[in-house]
């Protein structure tokens, strides 16, 4: 069993994505909010909340999409070329 402090520590990086997620969703929704209520669009916050977005959510899914395939819980045409010995077998690929 892992020490406690291991397992804080993994559960602290990940709400560092997380997080950089939430503060480019909360961007975004400001500068829409704005928008529709009369100001002019800020393009810079705008495209700078959804780079926020799009990176925070990348890191999330491939830390899941890595732990997933660690354990051997992904679909097999997930998998790939080089961990699959029987890839050239395989019909339609």
Do not use: E, S
Not at 27 to 49: E, I, K, S
Not at 54 to 63: Q, R, W, Y
């Amino acid at each position: 069993m892992k020490p406690v402090y291991q397992r804080i520590i993994a559960i602290i990086i990940m709400c560092v994505p997380g997080a950089l997620a939430i503060y480019g969703w909360t961007l975004m929704r400001d500068v829409l909010f704005n928008y529709f209520g009369g100001q002019g669009m800020a393009w810079l916050p705008f495209t700078g909340g959804l780079v926020l977005l799009i990176v925070g959510l990348a890191l999330i899914g491939g830390f899941l999409f890595h732990h997933d395939r660690k354990r051997k819980r992904i679909q097999p045409r997930l998998i790939g070329k080089q961990n699959d010995p029987t890839y050239r077998n395989k019909p339609g690929y």
